[in-house]
């Protein structure tokens, strides 16, 4: 469903890198395998400069293996990708200096300061020292941090944690800002102001945001969004596009037979009726007219009725058969533990 984009050029043997027109991230049949498992299945995708793309799909997709590949923490089996017009595998250290990452788990030293943290990431990025005080003194202000950056890092909450670490991550201004399931763990409330934050940066830093999440209202947030699942690319469009191709508006009903009231529902109307959670759901155009000559002629007593417009999880549905599953599976740790394993 994306558009393509004109000279997209990967490149393969000994080409030098090119950039694509336009585009500050290119992968091309990404693809990466553990042992007898193919955690990401040949993906391909442009993202642009400035734009907020999303990788949208449970936990054990596929979605923080592209981003350990993107950001060289994972050599791909097959396929490439250029990051900044960068190879990922190539120029290793010129992606890396062009990237900021904010991993799933916390990665802060503790007993550090906040100020600590981040004249440490400076150091390890070269960032000039008088660069390097007014940016830090920014970003802490941006993230409403300048007062408590003198205390240490095991003082601080879980968002502000977070918001620190989208600070370091933008230190030495990255062009493109990797955020792995940015808010997992965050009440809503914080993971609202995280996402405050996050758009601020946009618009202030004009950095390109590449996000990982099975959070739908955060899928939200991104212009362009890629369904992803059990390693492939299901769906890539605008949230509002994919949510326009479910093919009308959602009506759940709750009957006192639902099996029945299924069955019902195909043969009357030759619709596809989705049992779950004890309702029974399917799409129909132009819903709230449908809705009223249901009722009146539903031969299956009827208990509860509604319709709304479709939602990133009916999209979801409609593209697996199943709704997104969260198994809290921390599948970042799990490739730390691989790259430990292959001395990267």
């Known amino acids: 469903m994306s558009a393509t984009v004109d000279a997209w050029r990967v490149p393969a043997g000994g080409e030098s890198a090119q950039e694509v027109r336009g585009s500050v991230v290119v992968a091309s049949e990404l693809a990466r395998r553990f042992g007898e498992v193919d955690a990401v299945r040949g ?16 936990n054990g997709a596929g ?31 010129a992606v890396r200096r062009s990237i900021g990452l904010v991993f799933q788990d916390p990665t802060l030293d503790q007993y550090l300061s906040g100020e ?10 070269g960032v000039p020292k008088r660069e390097r005080e007014q940016r830090m003194r920014a970003l802490l202000e941006l993230m409403e941090l300048w007062e408590r950056r003198k ?13 620190l670490e989208l600070a370091r991550g933008l230190l030495h201004r990255p062009r493109v800002l990797f955020l792995d399931e940015p808010t997992l763990g965050l009440d809503p409330q914080t993971r609202n102001r995280i996402w405050e934050y996050v758009l601020e940066l946009r618009r202030r830093e004009g950095v ?38 479910v093919g009308g508006d959602v009506v759940t009903l709750r009957a006192e037979d639902n099996a029945a009231a299924a069955e019902e529902l195909e043969r009357r109307y030759g619709l596809s009726p989705q049992p779950a959670n004890g309702t029974v759901s399917f799409t129909v155009a132009h819903g709230e007219e449908f809705l ?40 970042l740790a799990q490739l730390r533990r691989m790259a430990r394993m292959r001395g990267r």
């Open 63 to 93: 979605k923080t293996t592209t981003i350990g590949m993107l950001c060289t923490l994972l050599r791909p089996t097959s396929g490439s990708a250029l990051v900044a017009g960068h190879d990922v595998v190539r120029e290793r250290l």
């Open 43 to 58: 993906v391909s995708f442009q993202i642009s400069e400035g734009e907020v793309f999303g990788f949208l799909g449970p």
């Open 116 to 125: 600590e943290n981040l004249r440490f990431h400076a150091y390890a990025y």
């Open 151 to 163: 205390d240490p890092v095991r003082d601080y909450s879980g968002g502000m944690k977070r918001r």
């Open 208 to 245: 390109t945001i590449f996000l990982t999440t099975h959070y739908m209202d955060e899928a939200e947030h991104c212009d362009r969004l890629a369904v992803i699942d059990h390693g492939e690319i299901v769906a890539l469009d605008t949230p509002e596009a994919l949510k326009d191709s």
């Open 292 to 331: 009223p000559g249901l009722v009146r002629e539903f031969p299956v007593p009827l208990l509860a009725v509604g319709v709304r417009r479709p939602t990133l999880d009916d999209v979801f549905l409609e593209l697996t058969g199943r709704a997104i599953r969260d198994e809290h599976a921390d599948e």
